[in-house]
């Protein structure tokens, strides 16, 4: 400050910009550098108008601001001091000085975060649905045409439940298109949140929750942040070996029981019918809830897809989770957890202690969009596209079958196919795929207790050709094995 030349990129010169901003910035490393003491009277703000080829009033508007800040103070007729420094709280003692004096106290540590993939060409391990298959317009449209109609109001905060008109098309739609008819819905930020709310409003520390194995890590992270413990039951080629669970329950107090009953996640099997009726009948003679993640239901191939376990008359205890995220796109975080009202009352309640509101213009427009038609048109016109992507993955997994061990489940639905790679180790050959672009899901990061030589290959947002060549450098990584 003083008769320093001026800063030329202190301000900016384009119009859009406030400029006080960028004085004040300048003036405030002044002030920081230490080359005015406190008291010390600045220049007059004509001189600093000078300096920083601003006019006077920008000049002064900067320096309110630093008053405002504290690190000035303006005196009538005289200008702008340096103000002295504020009172800090007396230096610790040498011994008092260790870093964890200064840390976070963590009482529930979430485990490590997930593995950086790094630079990904061809995306297999997630079965996500592929955004440009979107029609664009159209949810261009029903965006126009909420804030045409709603003007400002579009953009407040949805209800905590959710955007009314979002509630009613959703359960509307699950009633015609999943046969299943809820007392209740509550909108969540995908159906992840909708697990991680039911793990902390019905469970507690030490709980046994029994899951799918291989299963749903992620779900397996929110029953444990909410202190309970994970106790795998086998999954099988007719899905969750009722069996096995009827045994554990003889053994343990079990609290929950969490299933992805169509297309199991990640093994894309069909939890059959039989094990449905054994499954609800065995659960509700202990009086153990079910939490049904019902993820992709329409995605689903060959004949029509089973109804949910919900749907069943015998079914009062099961909670639903379910999500538009894998029907419209990974960025639409709209999911839903559904069941009676008594319960999704306590969920609402236990919401609001993290979640206020939801994303208001996304859900209205998602409501606009749904009740035009346009959503299940989309999901029409996708499950036709995935399905021929499934049908070409096939192809090119039969074409690697030739050439190295590999045994695959055709699904019947899901964006997603399990192979078994039987004579390879099945890490070393996924983290080989990655460093060359190809990301895929090992089955032993799926998995609590049984050994797995499986891998989930996703095919839904990538084209026939790029899978095609995700499995060519698959399979020469595996022949170099």
């Given at each position: ?21 960028p ?11 230490g080359?005015r003491?406190?008291?010390e ?7 600093l108008?000078?300096t ?10 900067a ?10 103070c303006?005196?009538?007729?005289r200008?702008?001091r ?22 976070f ?9 997930p593995?950086?993939l790094?630079q990904?060409?061809?995306?297999l ?8 298959l979107l ?12 804030l ?6 579009a953009?407040?905060a949805?209800?905590a ?6 509630v ?5 739609y ?27 409003t ?36 007719r899905g ?13 107090r079990?609290?929950?029981v969490?299933?992805t ?13 039989p094990?449905?009726r ?5 659960t ?26 919900a ?19 990974p ?13 999704l009352?306590?969920?609402a ?19 606009d ?7 299940e ?9 995935y ?9 090119s997994?039969a ?11 055709p699904?019947?639905?899901?964006l ?15 983290r ?21 030589a ?28």
């Open positions: 400050m003083g008769s320093s030349p001026k800063p030329r990129s202190a301000v900016s010169r384009d119009g859009r910009r406030t400029r006080w901003v004085v004040a910035q300048a003036l405030r490393r002044a002030l920081a550098s080359s003491v406190a008291g009277l600045l220049p007059s703000t004509r001189e108008a000078s920083y080829g601003v006019h006077r009033q920008t000049i002064m508007v320096l309110d601001a630093l008053c405002a800040e504290g690190l000035l303006a005196e009538p007729r200008g702008y340096v103000a002295p420094p504020e009172p800090g709280p007396p230096a610790p003692r040498h011994e008092e000085r260790s870093a964890t004096h200064y840390q106290r963590v009482v529930r540590e979430p485990g490590p975060p593995a950086a790094g990904v060409r061809y995306p391990h997630a079965a996500t649905p592929d955004p440009a029609p664009l317009r159209e949810l261009r449209a029903s965006y126009a045409h909420v045409a109609r709603h003007g400002t109001s953009l407040h949805a209800d439940d959710g955007n009314p008109a979002l009613r098309e959703l359960l509307a699950l009633r015609r298109a999943r046969a299943v008819q809820f007392e209740r819905l509550l909108v969540t930020c995908g159906s992840q949140e909708g697990i991680a709310l039911a793990a902390h019905l469970l507690g520390p030490g709980d046994v929750v029994a899951v799918e194995d291989p299963g749903y890590f992620p779900a397996w992270r929110a029953f444990r942040a909410a202190g309970a413990e994970v106790v795998p039951v086998p999954v099988d080629a969750l070996h009722v069996g096995a669970l009827e045994r554990l329950l003889r053994r343990r079990v609290r929950l969490y299933v009953p169509n297309h199991q996640y990640p093994t894309t099997v069909t939890l059959s019918a094990r449905r054994a499954l609800l009948d065995l509700l003679a202990h009086g153990v809830p079910i939490l049904e993640d019902d993820y992709d239901h329409e995605y689903h191939y060959r004949g029509e897809p089973q109804p949910p376990l749907a069943s008359a015998s079914a009062p205890h099961v909670l639903y989770v379910a999500s538009l995220s894998k029907l419209v796109a960025g639409v975080r709209v999911g839903m957890v559904c069941g009676s009202g008594e319960l009352d306590v969920l309640r236990q919401r609001q202690s993290t979640v206020r509101a939801g994303d208001g213009v996304t859900q209205a427009a998602l409501a969009w749904i009740a035009e038609g346009g959503f048109r989309h999901v029409r016109r996708a499950r036709r596209a399905a021929e992507r499934r049908d070409a993955a096939l192809e997994l074409r690697a079958a030739r050439k190295v061990p590999l045994e695959v489940t699904p019947d639905g899901g997603a196919v399990w192979t078994l790679w039987p004579r390879h180790p099945i890490v070393e050959l996924a080989r795929a990655l460093v060359r672009g190809v990301a895929v899901l090992p089955g032993p990061l799926a998995t609590l207790e049984a050994s797995s499986g891998m989930r290959l996703a095919y839904g947002r990538v084209s026939p050709a790029q899978f095609s060549a995700a499995v060519s450098i698959l399979v020469d990584e595996a022949k170099r094995m």
